[in-house]
């Protein structure tokens, strides 16, 4: 393993690109990737899915799930791509995890994101609904920030030169 987190939380708001992203890498470091989307309780895919925003506490039970995963993959280490729009969420995130872990925010403007959400199909998060996720984004100051300009290749190259 080139460094000592073994697992990558992949964050930013919707349409950023964390699961492709989290795909190129977790192929790159033989990683198991886990979507932070799929271990969403139903009520908050249909909250979603009907254009509101979750609110913190139907958030919590969700990153409580994915911390339980990241504790899981301690040792072993793991990819998970999750929003972890708030310093709060991301320490929930980490609960456990000691050093064992490390965010990778992948940072693009509004307008780029929303012309990428317009094109996504299938996807149960609304486009509408990015506003609202970038009014509650805290940034991380201390976790790996990468630009989202760039095609997905280099800017796995870039996280992965910036791991050692």
Not at 17 to 36: M, N, Q, S, V
Request: aromatic share 6%; proline share 4%.
């Amino acid at each position: 393993m080139p460094h000592n987190k073994s697992v990558l939380v992949i964050m930013g708001v919707s349409g950023c690109g964390k699961t492709e992203i989290g795909k190129l890498l977790a192929e790159e470091l033989d990683r198991p990737f886990f979507d932070g989307d799929h271990f969403h309780p139903e009520s908050n895919i249909e909250k979603m899915s009907s254009g509101q925003s979750l609110n913190d506490e139907d958030r919590r039970e969700w990153l409580i799930k994915l911390n339980q995963l990241a504790l899981e993959h301690r040792h072993t280490g793991a990819i998970i791509a999750c929003s972890a729009l708030k310093k709060n969420y991301r320490s929930l995130l980490r609960a456990g995890m000691g050093y064992c872990m490390a965010f990778v925010y992948l940072d693009g403007s509004f307008d780029l994101i929303q012309a990428r959400l317009l094109k996504r199909k299938g996807h149960f998060m609304p486009a509408s609904l990015l506003q609202s996720q970038f009014d509650v984004l805290e940034p991380p100051k201390k976790e790996i920030t990468v630009s989202i300009e760039d095609k997905p290749e280099k800017i796995v190259k870039e996280i992965l030169g910036r791991l050692k």
